[in-house]
Nanobody
Framework: QVQLVESGGGLVQAGGSLRLSCAASGGTFSRYAMGWLRRAPGKEREFVAAISASGGSTFYADSVKGRFTISRDNAKNTVYLQMNSLKPEDTAVYYC????????????????WGQGTQVTVSS
């Protein structure tokens, strides 16, 4: 069973940056594709970004492409989400997620979830 713990959320002004981290334990991290999803107030959960198990492939939602960067460090069992040029519409709870298959992340139905971390972007 894989456990995921997010950190790095907070309050930031529009145009600012935040870096989310997700530490994984309980499994062989390098086997899993990892990603981030988010749920904004009153909205459905949506895919944000994903990275393949090796780190060689990345995928982004159109809404964050060019502003967010996902990366991973398999030696540290950690995945990151660097968020730049933040907008008020990025305000959401951000969830770290993992799955053996990256499609599970991209369709918003991964096997493993973290508890989430709040990101609030003020205008």
């Amino acid at each position: 069973q894989v456990q995921l713990v997010e950190s790095g959320g907070g309050l930031v002004q529009a145009g600012g940056s935040l870096r989310l981290s997700c530490a994984a334990s309980g499994g062989t991290f390098s086997r899993y594709a990892m990603g981030w999803l988010r749920r904004a107030p009153g909205k459905e959960r949506e895919f944000v970004a994903a990275i393949s198990a090796s780190g060689g492939s990345t995928f982004y939602a159109d809404s964050v492409k060019g502003r967010f960067t996902i990366s991973r460090d398999n030696a540290k069992n950690t995945v990151y989400l660097q968020m730049n040029s933040l907008k008020p519409e990025d305000t959401a709870v951000y969830y770290c997620a993992g799955d053996l298959y990256i499609i599970g992340l991209r369709v918003g139905r991964p096997t493993y979830w973290g508890q989430g971390t709040q990101v609030t972007v003020s205008s």
